[in-house]
């Protein structure tokens, strides 16, 4: 049976070096945010993750690539705990303080932007810290706007905010940018990586762009038929340019491991 532990401490250093060589060193207990051993998941005959191990340090922001069917929405849903049934084997350890955002924003079409923010949120301080999370995505002066004003990008914006509001430990995003035009999506990245970078959760993106996992992430762990067969750091200086030899080179690496042969494909073009 899988083992659910949640409100792991951090270090007090989240930085990711520290965190991960506090892991290398046989620190895990202390250091991670997310551990996950041994993880077995299956629907009917079929295994969707099978024996899967992955360590996510505090402050760690790591993009999970795979092809359809690869168990990338698997695991995170086993990490939200919206998966009940995640009890075949393995360790699942996450921390109780954690937020989720999808590729839809899922706002309450019949509640205001900031009543969507602080949505669950208690406190006598619960709306100054909504209006201050809305200030953060820059969407300050919209706390009264209903969702359909907003734009797709602003209410992804709006749902950033919502998660971000609580300070979680652990930030899972299941393709979040997946439904916005490409524009949209750059700034989006910039916004995440700046917001991610004052707040200093552990970060789980789902993705299936390999651009934007190399833009945002500082691991990339590409998933085989339920196993890791890739686990990657990013050590490109920022900001990370598309046309930087380093950039291109793992961007070929990464596309190898995903099944994609750019030399073959240009041949038979």
């Known amino acids: 049976m899988a083992t659910h532990t949640g409100g792991l401490t951090g270090t007090e250093d989240r930085g990711t070096a520290e965190g991960q060589k506090a892991i290398e060193d046989g620190g895990t207990d202390r250091a991670a945010t997310?551990?996950?051993?041994?993880?077995?998941?299956?629907?009917?005959?079929?295994?969707?993750?099978?024996?899967?191990?992955?360590?996510?340090?505090?402050?760690?922001?790591?993009?999970?690539?795979?092809?359809?069917?690869?168990?990338?929405?698997?695991?995170?849903?086993?990490?939200?705990?919206?998966?009940?049934?995640?009890?075949?084997?393995?360790?699942?350890?996450?921390?109780?303080?954690?937020?989720?955002?999808f590729q839809d924003a899922r706002l309450l079409p019949w509640k205001r932007v900031l009543d969507n923010v602080v949505l669950g949120l208690t406190g006598p301080y619960a709306e100054q810290r909504g209006l201050a999370?809305?200030?953060?995505?820059?969407?300050?002066?919209?706390?009264?706007?209903?969702?359909?004003?907003?734009?797709?990008?602003?209410?992804?914006?709006v749902s950033l905010a919502r998660s971000l509001v609580r300070d979680p430990e652990l930030l899972l995003a299941d393709e979040p940018f997946g439904a916005l035009d490409a524009l949209t999506?750059?700034?989006?990245?910039?916004?995440?990586?700046?917001?991610?970078?004052?707040?200093?959760?552990?970060?789980?993106?789902?993705?299936?762009?390999?651009?934007?996992?190399?833009?945002?992430?500082?691991?990339?762990?590409?998933?085989?038929?339920?196993?890791?067969?890739?686990?990657l750091p990013v050590e490109l200086p920022a900001p990370r340019r598309h046309g930087s030899s380093e950039y291109a080179a793992l961007r070929d690496r990464l596309l190898a491991q995903l099944g994609v042969d750019l030399a073959e494909d240009a041949g038979q073009a």
């Open 34 to 101: 997310v551990r996950i051993g041994n993880l077995v998941r299956s629907f009917g005959e079929r295994r969707i993750l099978d024996g899967l191990d992955l360590t996510i340090a505090p402050g760690e922001f790591v993009a999970l690539l795979g092809r359809s069917g690869s168990g990338k929405s698997t695991l995170l849903r086993a990490l939200a705990r919206l998966d009940h049934d995640v009890a075949e084997g393995g360790e699942l350890a996450a921390p109780d303080n954690l937020s989720v955002v």
């Open 185 to 231: 999506r750059i700034r989006m990245h910039v916004l995440l990586r700046r917001l991610c970078e004052r707040h200093r959760p552990a970060v789980l993106l789902v993705t299936h762009d390999v651009d934007e996992a190399i833009v945002l992430a500082d691991r990339v762990v590409v998933l085989e038929q339920g196993r890791i067969a890739a686990d």
């Open 133 to 157: 999370a809305l200030a953060e995505v820059g969407l300050e002066g919209r706390e009264r706007a209903w969702p359909v004003e907003l734009s797709g990008g602003e209410q992804q914006r």
